[in-house]
């Protein structure tokens, strides 16, 4: 079974050369292990708000959506490479398991990206207590904001005002 108690591994980073933002996620949940896809779960908003933002629209298939977010300067990653969790919630991440991604490698060999967005506060969290002490040093210029999960889960707020609060990607690109 994917994503079991005997743990899972994350997905190679979105990226090229050009990427300009970096959007990070926690860990990728079971449907998306399943169909080894970033936010492959059919609720999940990210795809959705990628559509609306970027042109990559979920009628397009997974290699070509990626083209989309690569063409806008987009890179797609999770905080964490490893960890155990029962299900797909974050709250279930066993904390003792978990391995992060080795951020020093990403932001040297793509040192184009200067801003970081945390689809989600346990993504935010996880990289403020695991990953920024040791990269402030190395990439001061590097600029972090919090957006809303996309995540079924986190049905707080409605697509539309996902969408809202997503739109700054969109607007620091052109700053």
Known sequence: ????????????????????????????????????????????AFWPIMAVLFGAHVELDYQQRKE??????????????????????????????????????????YPLITQVFFNGATAEKMYKRHVRAMLDNYFPNIE?????????????????QKIEAWRVIKESMLE
């Open 1 to 44: 079974m994917v994503n079991d108690l005997s743990g899972s591994d994350g997905f190679a980073p979105i990226v090229s050369e050009q990427a300009k933002v970096l959007i990070l996620g926690t860990m990728p949940g079971t449907a998306s292990l399943l169909k080894q896809q970033y936010y492959g779960h059919p609720r999940n």
């Open 68 to 109: 989309v977010l690569i063409d806008n300067g987009i890179a797609v990653w999770d905080v964490l490479q490893y960890c155990r969790r029962p299900g797909s919630l974050d709250a279930n991440i066993d904390m003792a398991s978990i391995r992060v991604n080795n951020f020093i490698d990403l932001f040297t060999h």
């Open 144 to 160: 972090y904001r919090r957006l809303p999960s996309t995540s079924p889960a986190y049905a707080s707020l409605r697509l539309a």
